[in-house]
């Protein structure tokens, strides 16, 4: 459904002419005239209103009753009054009913100093009470989960947390016991509601009845300061406002902006912050000495770092993680290019794509914004799980099936947590992406031979042509949100064809033409992917996805160059391949035969912890100062909120000292400089400045300086046939998944501990019936002689033929058993252990 | 402009000189009248109070060193760390940091107690918002004032210190007196 034209009317509260968008809840439309009605249980973000607290009544003239604000739309020429004693006698007996129950234990309760049901007890209350009987009593606090305390004496029964539950995440865990008074929320067997998104509800409650285990009792409102900035954990990127006290962040909370995030956070933006305070954190530079890492000194960690770097001669390959800010990526480049004088660095984890498509994949018009994604005709989820790889966006996509009616079709290898919301479900078989969008193409554009590139695909032919027909006939505006993984493959030429193929249908569906609300979406690997490849932090594309003079290797053949001798030195910026890339045995060689290893790292994983000669410390998200670009084009602005520890250089002074060090040209003294020149650098960047960036960030295509985007490759886009997919035949295909909770922040944040992942093999019933596997036994899992073991996790949802595992678990990831050369993903056996 | 010296010249108007015998009264008279207060304090003796050897009781309502209370029956803290005292405290001198009581370790009476609880002496211009708004009487304004010390960070007076029974320095004025 496109976005609906709003008019505008005009109406009357208190006496004050007020125009307001018509449609718009008087509980809104009313603070336009600044007027204040108190409200408990209305909350747009939730959706419809529920009129349950009964605080908003006011009197409409024409209308006998008193009637509930939030949940009467305004229409024109509406008088409306909240000030006159028939209202304030109703809004007096509402608060004094809310709270007979309420235990009034506001020295005690964190909520106290922040809580809408003081504010509003002081603002429209009467003061005193006259219940003098006994109140309701229950245990407190209790769990929740693991995150979340519950304290029912003091839940009003707003019923949010409940509607969050039930209509926003979706998970279906919270319900209300009971009726009447004895009403009571939690789980319906009692069971702690872990769900990616928990947290939120906490945000929601407007009284102290959900509070946080990781934030209970540590300040007051009055204590701490808020400082906002940008999560930097996922390439969802939102906007977070950090609870600071005495110089640490002791909470995060949203900073609600529609454009990104819609005001909401899930459980690991919320809680790893705690990492930035564990001892494991790298506190300071660690240099090897006598094959261990032991802290030194800066003047030490700098000096070695820059031998390492003189001593290759030029052959230093470079990796910039995900999480790098645009000024680190920069500083990096420019570290390879001018001094070190190598084209050998990259930020993606596998593939290669050329400049061409690039710029075809990212132009403006083919842009979709996050917004688009609920008031689309229809959208298409491809390969990719949004709820695992950029969460927020899992909300955004439920939002939009739910409230505006959007088509949603799922097509990916493993089952998503977003099936029962889609129309459509399309599997394919693991590693098959290329094959797939081939024959989603020719279901499209209902040419070339569907069947055979279906089953090339390892999917179902009548769902590939449902899907292409769905997609045809929703109406013009579709998006596609697609997981950057579909061009991952080994082989470069199979991913560029997966590339083509996704541009070619996406023209077939007028999705390149610039029309707002209909586009590409890329769903990238790194949190800051986009910007890094807009910088030119890839081996074969400049700034500005020009066309580099000369092209370099990529990641995959820098690990190979490295472990063959050909690349001397390792330059490891926030990122182990060996622990987060594909081929691990790869990276693991090529680390071990570098003569040198410079990394920047927060924590010591496996790959820095026993390759690494240098580790600078990297800053925490709270600490980190720069830009980023988000995955639709908007660059946001990290602000620091807290110092960072004692005596600690911050990355990009790090990256320029090395370089003035090794004979370059320093040119930043701040990291605002280096913005300017990635603003001087990337033409449809320019004259881009913190200010413009602001609070909100601000998407480079909405300036006048997008006029600059090269002209990528423009259609017709040949394809050439796909790898097919292996035909299971007695083994399995192995696919692999990345869950939310993986990363070493949330391994390391005492909250989120107990969330980390375990590997866990996905199966179909019926593949581990032929193999005599039960739900929750222990399986090994084994490829070409190597093995992982896993617990047998039985989906029915799960395709037969195919096995999952999770990647980013050490030596018992799917990485592990990925081999190397094969262009096609691995055959696995499973076994009981 | 060039500067001219006269123009800065300010011409003061006298009044007329009394000379005579209106001049000797100004010069005898007047200085008598005003010595006739120090002679008459002469005979009436010493009124120095010899401080610090003796002291000047204080007021029940007088404003001194905190005290911090515990409940006389279970001994445990009546304080829960709810920072009201430090949201008062127009001098920002109270620092607060809670905890929660496990059954261990109990504390106070209610979930949370304070585990950090401490008055910067050297800032402190006792008020008394905090006795004011502290919701559980756990905080009071004693009568000690002689807080003088050598170093601004022993003037930060921690929860122990604040809890223990103030030696007692400062008589307090009895009923009446």
Redesign the interface.
Known sequence: MPRPEIDQITFTVDGREVEAPAGTMLADAAKLGDVDIPVFCYEPKLGAPVGACRMCLVEIEGIPKLQTACSTPVRDGMVVDTQNPRVKAAQESVVEFLLLNHPLDCPVCDKGGECPLQDISFGWGRGESRFVEPKRHFQKPVELSPLIAIDRERCILCYRCVRFSQEVSEDYQLVLHERGADTFVGTFDGHPYVAPFSGNIMELCPVGALTSQAYRFRARPWDIEQSGSVCTLCPGQCNVSYTVRDDRVVRVLNRQNDDVDDGWLCDRGRFAYQSTYVDERVQGPMVRENGRLVPSSWDRALSTAVDIIDAADGRVGALAGGGSSNEDGWLLRRLMTEVVGSRDFDSRPAGVLSAGLQAALDAPEAQATVADLEWAHAVLVLDTEPVDDMPVLDLRLRKGVRRNGVRLAVATSRPSALDPNAELSVRFAPGAGEAFVCALDAAVGGVGDVAGLAAAAGADREAVEALGRMLREAGEDVVVVWGERLTHAADPEVGANAARALLKASGRLGLLDGRRGAGLLQVPTGMNARGLRELGVLPNVGPGYSEPAQVGRSSREIAVAAAAGEVRALHLLHVDPVASYPDRALWEAGLAAATGVVAHASFLTEGVLEHADVVFPSEAGAEKEGTVTHPDGRLQRLRPAVGKPEGTLPTWQVLSHLITALGGRATALTSMMITSEIAEAVPFYAGITHDEIGGFGIRWQEREASDAFPAGDSGPFSLVAPVAAASPNGALRLGSFRSVWSSPEVAHAPALKFLAPKQRAELNPDDAADRGIRHGQRVTVTADGTSVSATAHLRTASPRGSVFLETGLGDQSASALQSTEATVPSMVTVESA | MTWNPDSDVVEVARGPEPGGLGGAYRVFGETLRGLKTSFMRVVEGTHTVEYPEEKIPVYPRWRGRHKLHKFEDTGLEKC?????C??ACPADCIR?????NTDENRVSG???YAAVYEINMSRCIFCGYCEIAC??DAITMGSDFELADYNRSDLIFTKEMLLAEPMVRTPLRAEGE
Not at chain 2, 80 to 84: A, K, Q, R
Not at chain 2, 96 to 100: C, D, Q, S, T
Request: hydrophobic fraction near 55%; charge should be negative; proline fraction near 6%.
């Open positions: 829960v760390g709810c920072s009201l430090a949201a607060v940091v809670a905890a929660e209610g979930e949370r919701p559980f």
